[in-house]
């Protein structure tokens, strides 16, 4: 019989901890999200022996204190879920500064597995560390292993095999600190016991320390106590003995002592043989946060980022454009020639073309989660975050805020998903709201109709690029505006690890890449799959049952002169274009861009220009096609939308062209953003928040643009 | 605390580079103090600073590795040269 236990991987960031994780549990893995928070929470599994091991991979902690949603948790897993036992992954390279988390699950009273990963680059240091005596002295079992060689795995697997079965035997040591300390912690826990004041699932000592170290969360649960306002009272008068006596913040006086419990056991276990020397990884950092080159190296990477990621995922794009075309074909040929069936029409024209509109981009953002991943794997995303901070911090956010903002030119769906590494809520929300201002690439076959159309070819660049400009500009003052307003508060601190540069995994970008893909695939799928729907019915009903001219006999008519067949073929086609627009300008797209005809009027744009913008809403580039319907020119090609740019200067002026653009630029986001907006913020009310101010916020420049335009045309 | 040696105490984005240095105390709030000690930085420990960017932005080294700190952080931080 198979037996069922969860555990936990528990470490620092940077402790090779998720590679550990791959290496265990390989593709079995699930990503998902801790509830009401969006850490990720990623869980897999393995068999050992007769046991399946379920482990849940926590994420990435230097301490178990309040300090972050990632802490908490951390340590709340670990209270309440009570795994059988704790893997704890450490850089056996950098013993000291990770043992400080071991330390904490000691002081927690677990069931402890130390795992020192990376091995290999502790003995490239000359770094030689006694396991067993290691071992004896935290009361747990040692395994050393070298997470992306998988050396060393399979002993561990045996090990969690052999703990889980007999986990009482495997409690870690209890911490004792020197008498300073110790003396007013074992007083504390005794009134808590006295007291029968303590809550479910916690030990006296642990909540002890958390409550002489100020833990947030741990005051906040004894203040929601009965008994908690008397235990409170004690700790002060504890914490304000302690802190005269060692003349120190308490909460620093035991960050001290853990500390030195770690270097007195360093120098029991640990031997270095070599002197440290400059390393490759300082040697990098010499140029790649170098203040002068670093901002501009940065840049030149990403544009190679940008660039390969158009031109590889091309071929892709048209394979699966080729795809949807022929499954639309395919199910077409179900129903016989000329027969008008509105399941086809759902099926073709809403399902099949809404749904592959928005998937053709798949490959552009798969290849951007490689890239991230890539760029996350070798180290450089946090030196990135450094030499940017000063420049975000003067729009109030974080130097980490840089990166969504960067990927957001090439799709506003994983820059909002990148936002992850964001720990305080409020720098968080900001990027992901402003994000959308980023031009992404699926506006860019908006501005290759508008652009060659309307400007002189000298001007093209420079309209293109004011464009990027004001949305960049746009993106800078509602960031800094929603820091004043809706999300006040300071700047975080920027302290941030400079991991040593590394060659990350193919397995371990591939897993990334494919999590985060699927993420999208599923979140976006289900709702741009909806939408389509919804927009097809809009743009499909009512039908017009008397139209102003009997087409088919017009088509008849043409079928039957003298001209060429080629010429035929086009008034056929024009006819059966002015059909279109007929029958659309009565459906409730139609009517809808009628009836805002008058509010759109400030910006400078007609029902055409309005009906075209609703049926753009699922991805922003569908607004050409859209276009074509409307002017009655048909399929449009949108790499190369010729006949719509020479039908457009009939309408409409450059000065209307660019507010246009200037609305597709800073309007609603696509569907996809908001469903990824919904997911990440966790709540409808910021995706809402972000559609209908984004729209606004469209609306007001684009008619001040437009009106301020008229002026100035008008000298 | 009490200071053995005479060299004097000065914020760390004024502290010299490539030299041992000793933390004397952080400031900031305790949620950003014991962030940074959980990181490594607290009373008594050494450091040493390794790279100085603008506006007192630094790279560190501390604990075995390596630490970027933001400008306006560093001020919070006070060190003396060990001798």
Request: hydrophobic share 45%.
């Given at each position: 019989?198979?037996?069922?236990y969860?555990?936990?991987?528990?470490?620092?960031?940077?402790?090779?901890?998720?590679?550990?994780?791959?290496?265990?549990?390989?593709?079995?893995?699930?990503?998902?999200?801790?509830?009401?928070?969006?850490?990720?929470q990623i869980?897999?599994?393995?068999k050992?022996?007769?046991?399946?091991?379920?482990?849940?991979?926590?994420p990435?902690t230097?301490?178990?204190?309040a300090?972050?949603?990632?802490?908490?948790i951390a340590?709340?897993?670990?209270?309440t879920e009570?795994?059988?036992?704790?893997?704890?992954?450490?850089?056996?390279s950098?013993l000291?500064?990770?043992?400080?988390?071991?330390?904490?699950?000691?002081?927690?009273?677990?069931?402890?597995i130390?795992?020192?990963?990376?091995?290999?680059?502790?003995?490239d240091?000359?770094?030689?560390?006694?396991?067993?005596?290691?071992?004896?002295?935290?009361?747990?079992?040692?395994?050393?292993?070298?997470?992306?060689r998988?050396e060393?795995?399979?002993?561990?697997?045996k090990i969690?095999?052999?703990v889980?079965?007999e986990?009482?035997?495997?409690?870690?040591?209890k911490?004792?600190?020197?008498?300073?300390?110790m003396?007013?912690?074992?007083?504390?826990?005794?009134?808590?016991?006295?007291?029968?004041?303590?809550?479910?699932?916690?030990?006296?000592?642990?909540?002890?320390?958390?409550?002489?170290e100020?833990?947030?969360?741990?005051?906040?649960?004894?203040?929601?106590?009965?008994?908690?306002?008397?235990?409170?009272k004690k700790?002060?008068?504890?914490?304000?003995?302690l802190e005269?006596?060692?003349?120190?913040?308490?909460e620093?006086?035991?960050?001290e002592?853990?500390?030195?419990?770690?270097s007195?056991?360093?120098?029991?276990?640990?031997?270095?043989?070599?002197?440290?020397r400059?390393?490759?990884?300082?040697?990098?950092d010499s140029?790649?946060?170098?203040?002068?080159?670093?901002?501009p190296?940065?840049?030149?990477?990403?544009?190679?980022?940008?660039?390969?990621?158009?031109?590889?995922?091309?071929?892709?794009?048209?394979?699966?454009?080729?795809g949807?075309?022929?499954?639309?074909?395919?199910i077409?040929?179900?129903w016989s020639a000329g027969?008008?069936?509105?399941?086809?029409?759902l099926?073709?024209d809403?399902?099949?073309?809404?749904?592959?509109g928005?998937?053709?981009?798949?490959p552009n953002?798969a290849?951007?989660f490689?890239?991230i991943?890539?760029?996350e794997?070798?180290?450089?995303?946090?030196?990135?975050?450094?030499?940017m901070?000063?420049?975000?911090?003067?729009?109030?956010?974080?130097?980490?805020?840089?990166?969504?903002?960067?990927?957001?030119?090439?799709c506003?769906?994983?820059?909002?998903?990148s936002?992850?590494?964001?720990?305080?809520?409020?720098d968080?929300m900001?990027?992901?709201l402003?994000?959308?201002?980023?031009?992404?690439?699926?506006?860019?076959?908006?501005?290759?109709?508008i652009?060659?159309?309307?400007?002189?070819?000298r001007?093209?660049?420079l309209?293109?690029?004011?464009i990027?400009i004001?949305?960049?500009?746009t993106?800078?003052?509602?960031?800094?505006?929603?820091?004043?307003?809706?999300?006040?508060?300071?700047?975080e601190?920027?302290?941030?690890?400079l991991?040593?540069?590394?060659?990350?995994?193919?397995?371990?970008?591939?897993?990334?890449?494919?999590?985060?893909t699927?993420?999208?695939?599923?979140?976006?799928?289900?709702?741009i799959?909806?939408?389509?729907?919804?927009?097809?019915?809009?743009?499909?009903?009512?039908?017009?049952?008397?139209?102003?001219?009997?087409?088919?006999?017009?088509?008849?008519?043409?079928?039957?002169?003298?001209?060429?067949?080629?010429?035929?073929?086009?008034?056929i086609?024009?006819?059966?274009?002015?059909?279109m627009?007929?029958?659309?300008?009565?459906?409730?797209?139609?009517?809808?861009g009628?009836?805002i005809?008058?509010?759109?009027?400030?910006m400078?744009?007609?029902?055409k220009i309005?009906?075209?913008?609703?049926?753009?809403?699922?991805?922003?580039?569908?607004?050409?096609?859209?276009?074509?319907?409307v002017?009655?020119?048909?399929?449009?090609?949108?790499?190369n939308?010729?006949?719509?740019?020479?039908?457009?200067p009939?309408?409409?002026?450059?000065?209307?062209?660019?507010?246009i653009?200037?609305?597709?630029?800073?309007?609603?986001?696509?569907i996809?953003?908001?469903?990824?907006?919904?997911?990440?913020?966790?709540?409808?009310f910021?995706?809402?928040?972000?559609?209908?101010g984004?729209t606004?916020?469209?609306y007001?420049v684009?008619?001040?643009?437009?009106?301020v335009?008229?002026?100035?045309q008008?000298? | 605390?009490?200071?053995?040696?005479?060299?004097?105490?000065?914020?760390?984005?004024?502290?010299p580079?490539?030299t041992?240095?000793?933390?004397?105390?952080?400031s900031?709030?305790y949620?950003?103090?014991?962030?940074?000690?959980?990181?490594?930085?607290?009373?008594?420990?050494k450091?040493?600073?390794?790279e100085?960017?603008s506006?007192?932005?630094?790279?560190?080294?501390v604990?075995g590795?390596?630490?970027a700190?933001?400008h306006?952080?560093?001020?919070?931080i006070k060190?003396?040269?060990?001798?």
């Amino acid at each position: 019989m198979t037996k069922k236990y969860e555990i936990v991987l528990a470490g620092n960031p940077n402790s090779g901890k998720t590679s550990v994780f791959n290496a265990l549990t390989g593709a079995r893995q699930h990503v998902g999200n801790y509830p009401g928070v969006t850490v990720e929470q990623i869980v897999g599994s393995f068999k050992t022996g007769d046991c399946e091991i379920e482990v849940t991979d926590l994420p990435g902690t230097y301490s178990l204190t309040a300090n972050s949603p990632e802490e908490l948790i951390a340590r709340n897993v670990i209270i309440t879920e009570k795994p059988e036992v704790v893997v704890n992954i450490v850089d056996a390279s950098n013993l000291e500064r990770n043992l400080f988390l071991t330390l904490q699950f000691m002081e927690l009273g677990v069931p402890m597995i130390l795992v020192l990963n990376m091995i290999d680059n502790a003995s490239d240091k000359g770094i030689k560390i006694d396991t067993e005596r290691l071992g004896r002295l935290f009361g747990t079992r040692v395994v050393c292993t070298v997470g992306n060689r998988s050396e060393g795995i399979n002993e561990l697997k045996k090990i969690i095999g052999e703990v889980v079965r007999e986990k009482d035997k495997h409690l870690s040591e209890k911490v004792t600190y020197s008498d300073e300390l110790m003396l007013p912690i074992l007083e504390l826990s005794k009134i808590l016991t006295d007291n029968n004041s303590i809550p479910e699932g916690y030990k006296a000592d642990w909540l002890a320390i958390k409550l002489l170290e100020k833990d947030k969360e741990i005051i906040e649960l004894f203040e929601s106590l009965e008994s908690g306002k008397e235990v409170l009272k004690k700790a002060d008068v504890l914490i304000e003995k302690l802190e005269n006596d060692v003349d120190e913040p308490s909460e620093i006086i035991v960050t001290e002592h853990r500390y030195g419990f770690i270097s007195g056991t360093c120098r029991e276990v640990v031997s270095a043989t070599l002197q440290k020397r400059r390393d490759i990884s300082e040697a990098i950092d010499s140029v790649v946060t170098h203040r002068i080159f670093g901002i501009p190296l940065f840049l030149g990477l990403m544009y190679v980022v940008f660039y390969l990621t158009f031109t590889i995922g091309d071929p892709f794009m048209n394979w699966i454009e080729a795809g949807f075309g022929w499954l639309g074909d395919f199910i077409s040929s179900w129903w016989s020639a000329g027969s008008e069936s509105s399941l086809k029409s759902l099926l073709v024209d809403g399902i099949i073309a809404g749904v592959g509109g928005v998937l053709v981009f798949l490959p552009n953002i798969a290849f951007l989660f490689l890239a991230i991943a890539i760029l996350e794997g070798t180290g450089y995303m946090a030196r990135v975050a450094f030499i940017m901070d000063r420049l975000m911090n003067k729009i109030g956010l974080h130097g980490k805020s840089f990166i969504p903002m960067l990927i957001g030119f090439g799709c506003s769906v994983p820059a909002i998903m990148s936002t992850r590494t964001l720990t305080l809520k409020r720098d968080r929300m900001t990027t992901m709201l402003v994000v959308p201002l980023m031009s992404c690439g699926a506006r860019i076959p908006i501005y290759a109709l508008i652009i060659p159309a309307f400007f002189a070819k000298r001007w093209e660049a420079l309209v293109m690029f004011s464009i990027y400009i004001i949305g960049i500009i746009t993106a800078i003052i509602c960031a800094k505006l929603l820091r004043s307003t809706l999300f006040k508060g300071e700047n975080e601190p920027f302290v941030m690890e400079l991991p040593p540069y590394r060659i990350p995994t193919l397995k371990s970008v591939g897993i990334h890449m494919w999590g985060r893909t699927v993420v999208y695939l599923q979140k976006a799928g289900t709702l741009i799959l909806a939408a389509s729907v919804i927009l097809w019915i809009m743009a499909n009903y009512p039908k017009k049952d008397k139209l102003e001219k009997d087409y088919r006999v017009e088509i008849a008519k043409i079928e039957q002169s003298q001209l060429t067949t080629k010429q035929k073929e086009l008034k056929i086609r024009d006819i059966k274009n002015e059909e279109m627009a007929e029958r659309l300008s009565y459906t409730i797209t139609g009517r809808i861009g009628h009836a805002i005809e008058p509010a759109l009027k400030p910006m400078g744009f007609d029902w055409k220009i309005g009906t075209a913008l609703i049926g753009a809403f699922p991805a922003k580039e569908l607004f050409v096609s859209q276009m074509g319907i409307v002017f009655a020119l048909g399929e449009i090609d949108e790499e190369n939308p010729v006949a719509l740019r020479d039908e457009l200067p009939r309408h409409y002026n450059g000065l209307q062209a660019y507010c246009i653009m200037l609305f597709c630029l800073l309007s609603a986001p696509c569907i996809a953003t908001i469903a990824i907006t919904r997911r990440e913020s966790n709540s409808w009310f910021w995706a809402l928040f972000q559609l209908v101010g984004l729209t606004v916020l469209a609306y007001i420049v684009t008619t001040i643009v437009y009106q301020v335009g008229l002026l100035v045309q008008a000298f | 605390m009490t200071t053995t040696d005479n060299s004097p105490i000065v914020s760390l984005t004024f502290a010299p580079t490539g030299t041992a240095l000793a933390v004397v105390s952080t400031s900031g709030g305790y949620e950003f103090q014991r962030k940074i000690a959980s990181l490594g930085i607290y009373p008594n420990e050494k450091l040493e600073i390794v790279e100085r960017h603008s506006q007192g932005a630094l790279v560190i080294n501390v604990k075995g590795s390596r630490l970027a700190i933001g400008h306006g952080m560093s001020r919070k931080i006070k060190v003396k040269v060990v001798q």
